[in-house]
T-cell receptor, first 116, second 114 residues
Framework: SAVISQKPSRDICQRGTSLTIQCQVD?????MFWYRQQPGQSLTLIAT?????????ESGFVIDKFPISRPNLTFSTLTVSNMSPEDSSIYLC?????????????FGPGTRLTVT | SQQGEEDPQALSIQEGENATMNCSYK?????LQWYRQNSGRGLVHLIL?????REKHSGRLRVTLDTSKKSSSLLITASRAADTASYFC??????????????FGQGTELSVKP
């Protein structure tokens, strides 16, 4: 399985500001994803981070609000822009590891964001 | 909308008992994966079962998949207090020609009392 780290692990931000979350993987991976987990809720996919091209966003998420970069096969960033208290969530990146014709996804430790 | 629905939403058992969690989904899948999350931390991958498999074991975990009923179950045998966590099922929908993005169920909150 891949080892995934995220920075920062947590942050408290003021509304109207932006925060960039980093995700680093210890090996090259094809597929990277960003998820959001609102308080007491399950995970919702924000977007697929594509290396060398624009991210693919899910319904309800837009690039202006959640710009994503994927400069190489081991690193990605998610920015939460113009934050409001509703953006308070845990943000998690995940990677897909291929093994024996199956595709397991492994998650980073998450970034806990509180917007005041 | 969420693909998966899990039941029960919460389960409280005594140490040593077995815990069974169920997951239902709506569309065709590549595979189904189970995760554990402790107190809002990162997700720990437990087990993946492919759409052409019916049962899989890993230690004290047993997962079944019934694609005709679009349902899966996770059984934890001889539970321990350390198993206390939230458990999520996630279905992988095909994108491109490999793997898939995950759609998560609402989760089951398991409490194992010593």
């Amino acid at each position: 399985s891949a080892v995934i780290s995220q920075k920062p692990s947590r942050d408290i931000c003021q509304r109207g500001t932006s925060l960039t979350i980093q995700c680093q993987v210890d090996s090259q991976v094809t597929m990277m994803f960003w998820y959001r987990q609102q308080p007491g809720q399950s995970l919702t996919l924000i977007a697929t981070a594509n290396q060398g091209s624009e991210a693919t966003y899910e319904s309800g998420f837009v690039i202006d609000k959640f710009p994503i970069s994927r400069p190489n096969l081991t690193f990605s960033t998610l920015t939460v822009s113009n934050m409001s208290p509703e953006d308070s969530s845990i943000y998690l990146c995940s990677v897909e590891a291929v093994g024996q014709s199956s595709y397991e996804q492994y998650f980073g430790p998450g970034t806990r964001l509180t917007v005041t | 909308s969420q693909q998966g629905e899990e039941d029960p939403q919460a389960l409280s058992i005594q140490e040593g008992e077995n815990a069974t969690m169920n997951c239902s989904y709506k569309t065709s899948i590549n595979n189904l994966q189970w995760y554990r999350q402790n107190s809002g931390r990162g997700l720990v991958h437990l087990i993946l079962i492919r759409s052409n498999e019916r049962e899989k074991h890993s230690g004290r975990l047993r997962v079944t998949l019934d694609t005709s009923k679009k349902s899966s179950s996770l059984l934890i045998t001889a539970s321990r207090a350390a198993d206390t966590a939230s458990y999520f099922c996630a279905t992988a929908l095909p994108i491109y020609n490999q793997g898939g993005k995950l759609i998560f169920g609402q989760g089951t909150e398991l409490s194992v009392k010593p």
